[in-house]
Every structure is written in C-alpha cells, then in structure tokens.
C-alpha cells in the first residue's frame, strides 16, 4: 500500500514538473516552434484522417478534450466539499456586510471588518488548490495549442465561417486574439460550463 502510495507521489511530481516547464516554456518563441514541430508528427495524421476542409471540427474536438480534462483535474484534485463550505461562507459574510452598511450598524460593521482579513486569508487558500491543477491541465492543453499555431502558420490561408463574422482567415486578429482562438475558447468554454455543472465542481471565483 505505502509503495503503491509511493509511486503516486512520484508519477504526481514528475507530471507537476512537466506542467511547469510546459507553462514556463512557451514563453519563448523558439520552445513554442519546437512545441508545435513535434506535436505535428501526431496530429498530421489526425487531420489527414478529418480533412483539412474540416478543421474547424478537429479545432473544436481539442476544446472539448481540453474542457473535459480540465474538469477532472478540478474535480478530483481540489476539495470540493470544502469549496462549497467557503463559497457558503462567502455569501452569508458579503450578505451581513451589505445589509450592515445599510443599515450603518457600525458595531457589526467594525465586527465584519475584524473578519476580512481571516476570509481573504482562506480565499487565497482556495485559490491556491485551484493553481495547482493548472500546471496538470497544461500537459493537454499547451501541446495542442502550439500545434495549432504551427498548423495555422504554415497555412495562413485557412479560413473558418464564423457566426456573425462570416469567414475570417483564422489567422488574422480581432483585437488582440486570432480568430481560431475565440472558437476555441468559445467551444472550450460551452462545454465546460455543461460539464461543470453535471459534476458539480465548485470555482473559488464561482
């Protein structure tokens, strides 16, 4: 059991540690290019097997993985009984302080101020079980979207039919995010939220 526990550790450190690299980096351009170079050997036949005139689906089936991957990690790394417990806290506490002020109750007042300190204190600790899961849920994520720069900087003539916005070539800016970006976010997004909500999973910000 102890060995067993044991190897756990190890596989859940040396995956954090994959995390952190990935996260730190694509900050360089020249980690980003070799990134994407090397992820093409997977997806080049992936794609040939979609077609490329349906990109926008596999575009769309990496924001769904991405969706339900991050989910899981949340789930099922972050205590969401306590989240709950802190975001039941946090109402009740927001409510007092509203109706005190109010009612310029300056006893209540001056007793949920004392009390701040101690919320803002565990809301960090909230959020700090959500930083975590981030640098598992990059391991998925970042190779994809590195592949997808690669892809779409290779074929800058790639185009997307875009509700509202007709066809845009994904790689051109709308403000500034490429427009393959929105739909990916868009499509991560939707189903994230669907997802969240079938699983229950409680955010520090929720």
């Known amino acids: 059991m102890a060995q067993t526990q044991s190897i756990k550790d190890i596989v859940s450190k040396a995956l954090l540690i994959v995390g952190v690299i990935l996260f730190v980096g694509v900050m360089f351009p020249s980690f980003r290019a070799v990134l994407g170079e090397f992820m093409d050997i997977v997806m080049s036949p992936v794609l040939l097997l979609v077609g490329e005139s349906n990109f926008f689906l596999l575009l769309s089936a990496m924001a769904i993985i991405t969706a339900i991957y991050s989910s899981l990690i949340q789930k099922y790394l972050v205590d969401q009984n306590k989240m709950r417990d802190f975001q039941e806290k946090m ?69 997307l039919v875009f509700p509202f916005w007709g066809t845009q070539f994904l790689s051109d800016k709308l403000f500034i995010f490429t427009y393959w970006l929105y739909w990916y976010f868009i499509s991560s997004l939707a189903f994230s939220q669907v997802l969240r909500k079938f699983m229950n999973i409680t955010t520090a910000g929720a």
């Open 91 to 159: 109402k009740v506490y927001q409510k007092e302080m509203k109706e005190a002020q109010q009612t310029q109750n300056t006893y209540l007042l001056k007793k949920l101020e004392e009390q701040q300190a101690e919320m803002m204190e565990e809301q960090m600790t909230m959020m700090k079980q959500q930083f975590k899961p981030m640098f598992y849920i990059v391991i998925i994520s970042l190779p994809l979207l590195m592949w997808v720069y690669y892809y779409i900087g290779g074929h800058p003539d790639a185009t």
